[in-house]
């Protein structure tokens, strides 16, 4: 005999069991000869080893299925535990492509292929750059990864931050303090996260810090460890901005840095930060480059031509 213990994360476990752990009773009658003990968020298991491994691929899935759908049903409960291998198998490839369940069950995946070798390149690295023009989806497939390794309680917390680079408007004219000053130029950050996490869920961690979203200068003097840290729009950090970032890298991390070098806010006198370390940085075991063009462009048809314009012209000036 063998015990194993599975820890769900979700507010409310009795949505999942079921009013009067109807749902639980339902599951547990299809694996009749292992032992099921659930304490709040903790699933105990106690029976044979092979039986555990099966039941804890068929929950897995289970638990997909309630954080796609918001809901549970024993018809779902029958088809995903009494689903036969090669069934589960499929099921469980599916899984891997989907980086997470956004609101209303929407599956966010990596779309183009330099977006999949950003998923491919964070498995086997602890730092990556994202280089592209806009709307290849270089903050939004970050976004996904850093959710994903979250839920998967691979890090403790998620840290997004941009640099306060006013691009051509002046923050010091807006209304309200400085994080009301700040949470409009940060909005592309909290678009992402609304997409992919309940309202209520979102609110909680950023209540409670496990997502922090902040701009770059508040990032001194800190060590990030156990986080998933993001650096948007890095073609606005300087070089010691930048190189101030990265040396907050503290143990069990990933780092995402992305920028758009087209698109620099930058006074003139500075050096964006994003060119230097691209030399500096390139042959470093456990960094990597990943390179983002117009076929990666995932927003309206016409963000592609722009971007392809706004190219040909650089070209025809240089």
Known sequence: MSESIIQIDMDNPVEFFGPGDKYLNHIKAIFPTLKIIVRGNLIKLIGEPSEIVVFEKRMDLLLVYFDRFGKMNEKAIVQIMEQDDDTLTRGTVQKEDVLVYGRHGKMIKAQTPNQKKMVESMAENDMI???GPAGTGKTYTAVALAIRALKNREVKRIILTRPAVEAGESLGFLPGDMKDKLDPYLQPLYDALRDMLPTQKLLTYLEDETIEIAPLAYMRGRTLGNVFAILDEAQNASESQ???????????????ITGDITQIDLPRHKSPGLFQVQRILKNIKGIDFIYLNEKDIVRHKLVTRIVQAYQKNKENEN
Not at 243 to 255: A, C, D, E, W, Y
Request: no cysteine; aromatic share 16%; net charge positive.
């Open 242 to 256: 930048l190189k101030m970032f990265l040396t907050r890298m503290g143990k069990n991390s990933k780092f995402i």
């Open 129 to 131: 750059f994202a280089i």
